[in-house]
C-alpha cells in the first residue's frame, strides 16, 4: 500500500506543481494529530453549500472545504491562521498532505 501510495503521490505532485521532486517543507514539525470534531465543512453548512472534498489541517483539526469548492473554507483557514498543512480527509485513493506556504504535496506522517 505504501508504494502506491508514494506512486500516486508522485503524479500529482506533478500536475500540481510541475515537478516529480518533492520540495523541502519547513513546516512538517508541526504537524499535530488532528481528529476534526465533524465529519462536514460546518461553513458550508451553515450556508446552505455542498463541497467537492474536504481538508484536514493538521495543526488544529479545523475541517473545511477543498480549494476546487465554491467557498474553499481550507485555504480560508490558512489564510486567517497561518496554519500550514492540510491532508485529504476520507478521499478515497487521495494520502497526501499540503503544505500551503511551500506548495508542496508531502506524503503523510505513518
Request: net charge positive.
Amino acid at each position: 500500500m505504501r508504494i502506491w501510495i508514494s506512486v500516486v503521490n508522485l503524479f500529482l505532485r506533478r500536475a500540481w506543481t510541475g515537478r516529480f521532486r518533492r520540495t523541502p517543507c519547513a513546516h512538517i514539525a508541526e504537524v499535530q494529530p488532528a481528529t476534526p470534531t465533524t465529519d462536514v465543512c460546518e461553513e458550508c453548512v451553515a450556508l446552505g453549500d455542498t463541497w467537492t472534498a474536504l481538508r484536514l489541517c493538521m495543526t488544529c483539526g479545523h475541517l473545511g472545504c477543498c480549494e476546487k469548492a465554491k467557498n474553499q473554507h481550507a485555504l480560508r483557514h490558512y489564510e486567517a491562521t497561518g496554519h500550514p498543512i492540510v491532508q485529504a480527509y476520507r478521499e478515497r485513493g487521495m494520502h497526501w498532505m499540503w503544505c500551503y506556504v511551500d506548495n508542496a504535496l508531502l506524503d503523510p506522517i505513518p
